[in-house]
């Protein structure tokens, strides 16, 4: 069981006396979506699925961030999926944040609790279930992978952050530290998907201005973040959406540590045209 805590919606409704202003945003260069608006009414349903609904996160979009999707699922006792991946292309990291699922892949049956990470490369043969009494919720991160000759592809995996030692950022005596679940120097991985973790009081002391696109949700505490111009609040359950390039830095808030789930594609030639290799 993870010994960290990890924000997951809920769903529901806000009553009419709630106003509407709210700290959601969309721009050319990012976008915030904050946790107030995971509602009943802004769900999806996918094909092959049963007693399950996802909050879609992010999609690729022409002209902004285009390698990546992230769907926040919840999936209820006795459901889930046989068929969950209907895309062959498509590789994913799922990330536990509350209650129990079962993850079976090419036979093998996986309990997994707050805190469990999967890889599952193109073509996996897996299912998932919830055979718990309480409702399930993970992030699903699924990107088209990109081939190439002389590499083989990654194999699957599954693991736990609590198993992850976190590797403190230079210069930083570890107020800054990243969980990394996958050998940065493997080029069979085109896609990163890590867990940041800043004390309170610490920072990410310049703006980042990088190729790699983001999808960053907040697990925990709640901070400052630069987000091109702008210095925008955030807190635990609210995502941000980065087009590469968009200049990044941040203040961990307090009282407690500021966490949380970061996507980013690396490892890979810029493309030219449109369409990954097969």
């Known amino acids: 069981m993870s010994k960290n805590s990890y924000y997951a919606p809920t769903g529901g409704l806000p009553p009419q006396t709630q106003i509407s202003t709210d700290r959601a945003m969309f721009t050319q260069a990012y976008a915030v979506i904050p946790k107030g608006t995971f509602s009943d009414i802004v769900t999806s349903f996918l094909p092959f699925w049963e007693a399950t609904r996802f909050w879609v996160l992010s999609r690729p979009l022409s002209g902004f961030a285009e ?3 992230q769907y926040i699922a919840e999936v209820q006792p006795s459901g889930g999926s046989d068929r969950p991946e209907t895309d062959a292309s498509a590789e994913a990291v799922l990330f536990v944040v509350s209650g129990e699922i079962t993850l079976t892949i090419a036979g093998k049956p996986h309990v997994m609790g707050p805190g469990g990470y999967a890889y599952l490369p193109p073509g996996c043969e897996w299912t998932l279930h919830n055979r718990a009494s309480e409702p399930g919720r993970f992030h699903w991160i699924r990107k088209a992978y990109e081939v190439v000759e002389g590499l083989d592809v990654p194999e699957a995996f599954v693991t736990n952050e609590n198993d992850v030692p976190p590797t ?3 210069g930083t005596e570890g107020a800054w530290a990243t969980s990394r679940f996958v050998d940065m120097a493997d080029m069979r991985h085109d896609m990163h998907v890590t867990i940041v973790t800043l004390q309170p009081g610490a920072v990410i002391p310049f703006a980042e201005t ?22 925008v609040e955030v807190e635990a359950g609210d995502y941000m959406w980065l087009r590469a390039f968009c200049p990044q ?3 961990a808030g ?13 490892n890979r ?4 045209s449109g369409g990954f290799a097969r």
Do not use: I
């Open 168 to 170: 403190p950022m230079p």
């Open 249 to 251: 830095a941040c203040y």
């Open 254 to 266: 307090g009282p407690g540590p500021f966490r949380y789930l970061l996507y980013k594609d690396v």
């Open 210 to 231: 990088h190729v790699m696109e983001h999808g960053l949700y907040v697990l925990e505490g709640k901070g400052v973040y630069r987000l091109n111009q702008d210095w």
């Open 269 to 272: 030639h810029m493309r030219f």
């Open 67 to 69: 390698t990546f999707s």
